[in-house]
């Protein structure tokens, strides 16, 4: 998070340290969505997030930085896509492309997919139980959804 936002709140710190970091990744999803075109109601409430005050356990905040995460792995993946669609079909190809993206993008497989990127089996174990992936139903709709995003970017 350091890296990604020079913010990096040390054990201990005090409510506004916390307040200063969710603004700023609020922020930073709202940035990575529009990149995406992705105009919705979780634009707007990240829009009101951004500008609000909000009381976050370190616990939340966690979980609002793994959705920042997810939001730029998805903007990753969307680049990828968007610039191979245009590379091998011509540049009619990208409306196209970005229709198919809105109704193939999942913030939950995008999440997972940056928790199991980041390396940390901790991340990755925490991504899995709050996403339900012990069920073996959950799990399987979870990898379809990855296996759809992955074909429609060409990224494997």
Do not use: C
């Not at 054990?11 to 940035?31: C, E, F, H, I, L």
């Not at 993206?101 to 089996?121: H, I, V």
């Amino acid at each position: 998070l350091r890296r990604t936002i020079g913010f990096d709140p040390l054990p201990g710190s005090n409510a506004d340290d916390y307040d200063s970091m969710t603004k700023m990744v609020a922020q930073s999803n709202m940035r990575v969505a529009q990149s995406m075109g992705i105009h919705t109601d979780q634009q707007s409430a990240q829009v009101a997030q951004a500008s609000g005050s909000q009381h976050y356990s370190p616990t939340a905040l966690k979980n609002v930085v793994s959705v920042n995460d997810a939001m730029v792995k998805g903007q990753q993946m969307y680049a990828q896509g968007l610039n191979n669609a245009v590379s091998t079909q011509g540049y009619g190809a990208a409306n196209t492309f970005k229709t198919q993206w809105g109704n193939t993008f999942d913030l939950n497989a995008a999440e997972y997919m940056a928790a199991k990127d980041s390396g940390s089996a901790t991340r990755l174990a925490e991504v899995k139980a709050r996403l339900g992936l012990g069920n073996p139903a959950t799990a399987q709709a979870m990898a379809a959804k990855i296996q759809a995003m992955h074909q429609l970017t060409g990224m494997q």
